[in-house]
């Protein structure tokens, strides 16, 4: 699947989050061989020409200016304190949009 992700306009602080489903306890991999388990330790890839990530059974390429954080916790409305547990998180990864040139994702599933 290729998700192409462009802005009409011309701000120059717009972005684009693809949000990920992870696999807690599991490897996440990257183009240059780091690997990580994904755990409560933060995580951040920078996407380059070339580059991408894995888990699970996934593989998602990772344009130039891209970014990969782990672990994105967003508000849980049914506890008290409203923060989220950490079999809530998410792999977002952030595409910036300075320009009307369309950015491409390629996401795969074996």
Do not use: F, N
């Amino acid at each position: 699947m290729e998700l192409e992700l462009s802005q009409d306009g011309d701000a120059s602080d717009v972005e684009a989050h693809v949000t990920l489903l992870a696999q807690l306890d599991q490897s996440l991999r990257a183009d240059d061989g780091t690997e990580w388990i994904l755990g409560e330790k933060d995580v951040v890839v920078e996407g380059s020409d070339g580059g991408w990530i894995e888990q699970g059974g996934w593989h998602l390429s990772l344009p130039a200016g891209s970014r990969c954080t782990w672990p994105v916790l967003s508000h849980d409305p049914y506890r008290k304190d409203g923060q989220a547990t950490l079999d809530k998180a998410r792999i977002v990864v952030t595409v910036p949009l300075p320009d009307d040139l369309p950015r491409r994702l390629t996401l795969t599933v074996s």
